[in-house]
């Protein structure tokens, strides 16, 4: 900003050291960002796996084949039903963790925090003990007669939701407990004194009261979700392709930059439209 | 005591920095850098040649934990400034190598231990450190009688259990051409192999990434999968019901190599380094358990451990052109993908 353009009040040195502020960070995106991503919009514009004709057939390939934009489709779709399904238990818990005593807050946080302090390979390889036909969830169903043989429940995109769910359950609650908390308890308990019911109550209060923690969660959790590679990889198994796992299989399998290039920044702009829906969706709520 | 300004600390961090941004300028004298397959094989050498490296050549050596693939990626990606001296590779990748470039040319009289190793394992650009042998792994607690040729595998009640992967890996690959070749197809003609991965792949127990494999078949979620005898010990090792059974058609062999970057900057340590891993002390110690890997070294008395009794039964076993391979892999991935998902 110069300091011509500065807001009144603001002096020319100010100006100056905000910018030396801002200088690192601005150029750590630069190096490590902005220089990559260009890089690789031009690789992607190599016709051939040797990079040595330029062309767009990469990017031909990947729209005109039925395949990968069901591959785009899927990877989208993971996202959202993780958001959905991270959603659904969340807000129940926020609720919990809202009407709790002080004491029980701090263990319920511990608790919500503790998936973060494990590594997601490990939880992804304890997914697999709790999921396969001889773990927990299967033991326990035959046990209680309910089922005869394992439910085949690795390699599914069930699976793959249930275990993502836990996986990116904190980034959903993290910013929704933030906003419940900040939520003034005199608007919920006039419109109960008002006669409307808890659900009417929640969806016509609550809800749009958390609406900007709800947007901030689901961002973090579908950003996650979708670009979920180790999760997608041991859970999810071949039988299911998403975006992560094709990019790694195109450049260090294949060896075919400029076609991992065209996907890369396929996930890219698949998970940036997802936010900036989100982001919309945010502005529209704040608006009416 | 010496007093430092705000300066002198931005000096030397500044120095720092510089050396961290460039790599093996600040290694000491005496030391390599070699990639290293990460789990057993990281392991394995660590607390095996390191310390035979320290001992007989006084070279301290620094792992870089990397699949093949990933190797040979990150070399091609530094163009010209290898982050590393030594790859450790399958036939695969070592072509894919080989036809960029990417090694130095092996000079055969740096080697002390070469005349111990049989004839055709130390080659124009690689060493060999390692025979792998891949066949099927059974559970013998659920299959009395264990398959007994690639066929097999997608019949019941074999199908209903197996553990399918595709071409990413070298054992994958291998393995699923010779399945072709036991339904009358080839190198050349895959057909065979993808109508019947087609016709298995909704029975199949699953279809998983090669690293999940083993997690895979310990967990009881498939009971029979194609693999190498290394995982077959190791899983053995950790107490769970594994056998190797040879295909009718006989077992697949490839060798792992040692080969030195080109541009390496410790070429002579490099060397030192590929020498103490094929010696006979090394091979003898990485052939027992828990690292359970096929010795190459002559001298080497093979444990009872292993499936193979020797070095010459390696000679009777299936090996593969990977120069034939290699071009048509990437088309046998993506028709993988296509029609081997839901």
């Known amino acids: 900003m110069s300091a011509a353009a500065a807001a009144p009040g603001a002096s020319p040195l100010r100006d100056t050291v905000e910018w030396r502020l801002a200088a690192p960070l601005g150029l750590t995106y630069a190096v490590f960002f902005a220089a990559p991503f260009l890089i690789l919009l031009g690789i992607s514009f190599y016709a051939d796996a040797e990079q040595t004709r330029l062309g767009l057939d990469s990017w031909v390939k990947f729209y005109t084949d039925a395949f990968y ?77 309910l089922t005869a043989t394992p439910l085949n429940l690795l390699q599914t995109e069930l699976g793959l939701v249930i275990a993502l769910t836990q996986i990116e359950m904190p980034l959903m609650l993290l910013p929704l407990l933030t906003i419940m ?37 689901a961002t973090l959790v579908f950003a996650s979700a979708t670009t979920a590679f180790i999760s997608q990889s041991v859970i999810g198994g071949a039988r299911l392709v998403y975006l992560p796992s094709l990019i790694w299989q195109q450049s260090m399998v294949v060896y075919n930059w400029p076609f991992a290039a065209v996907a890369s920044l396929t996930l890219l702009f698949t998970v940036l439209s997802g936010i900036m829906a989100l982001s919309w969706l945010g502005r529209f709520a704040k608006t009416s | 005591m010496t007093k430092l300004n705000r300066r002198d600390i931005l000096a030397g961090a500044g120095a720092l920095g510089l050396a961290g941004l460039l790599p093996g300028a600040a290694r000491a004298s005496g030391s390599v850098t070699a990639a290293i397959y990460p789990g057993t094989w990281e392991e394995a050498y660590r607390a095996v040649v390191a310390p035979a490296l320290k001992k007989a050549a006084n070279v301290d050596i620094a792992f870089d934990s990397l699949f093949a693939v990933d190797q040979v990626a990150k070399v091609r990606a530094a163009r010209g400034v290898p982050p590393f001296d030594c790859f450790v590779l399958d036939p695969g990748p070592a072509a894919a190598a080989q036809a960029a470039g990417l ?12 005349a111990k190793v049989p004839a055709g394992l130390i080659k124009s650009h690689g060493v060999t450190c390692n025979a792998q042998v891949v066949g099927i792994a059974y559970n013998p607690k659920k299959f009395p009688t264990p398959p007994k040729a690639w066929t097999d595998l997608f019949t019941a009640p074999y199908v209903e259990r197996l553990g ?7 054992f994958g690959t291998v393995s699923l051409i010779e399945m072709c070749k036991a339904f009358g197809g080839s190198e050349t003609n895959m057909e065979p192999i993808f109508a019947e991965l087609k016709k298995a792949v909704s029975k199949a127990a699953a279809v998983a990434a090669p690293a999940a494999m083993p997690g895979l078949f310990q967990q009881g979620q498939i009971d029979v999968m194609y693999t190498n005898t290394n995982t077959v010990a190791i899983l053995k090792g950790r107490g769970v019901d594994i056998a190797f059974a040879t295909p ?16 390496a900057e410790n070429v002579a340590n490099a060397y030192k380094y590929i020498d103490t891993a094929i010696s006979a002390e090394v091979q003898n110690q990485l052939q027992r358990s828990p690292y359970n890997m096929i010795p190459i070294n002559k001298d080497v008395t093979f444990v009872d451990t292993l499936d193979v009794k020797s070095i010459d039964d390696l000679s009777k076993m299936v090996t593969h052109d990977w120069t034939k391979i290699n071009p048509q892999r990437a088309a046998w991935i993506e028709r993988f993908n296509k029609e081997i998902t839901k």
Do not use: C
């Open chain 1, 69 to 145: 934009l069901k591959v785009i489709f899927d990877t989208l779709k993971l996202g959202v039903l993780a958001v959905v399904a991270t959603t659904i238990l969340a807000y129940p818990l926020a609720l919990v963790f809202r009407a709790a005593s002080p004491r029980m807050q701090r263990v319920l946080i511990f608790i919500i925090l503790m998936p973060l302090l494990t590594s997601v390979v490990i939880r992804t390889f304890a997914w697999i003990v709790i999921l396969a036909r001889e773990g927990v969830v299967n033991q326990t169903l035959m046990a209680l007669g």
């Open chain 1, 181 to 217: 908390n900040q939520m003034d308890q005199n608007l919920v308990d006039a419109s109960r004194a008002l006669g409307a019911s808890k659900w009417r109550t929640f969806f016509r209060v609550i809800l749009p009261l958390t609406l900007p923690g709800w947007i901030a969660g």
């Open chain 2, 103 to 114: 090694f130095e040319p092996i000079d055969a009289s740096k080697l002390t231990n070469a």
């Open chain 2, 164 to 170: 399918l992967t595709g071409f990413q890996t070298t």
């Open chain 2, 248 to 263: 009718a058609s006989g077992a697949i062999t490839f060798q792992t190599t040692l080969h030195i970057v080109k541009g």
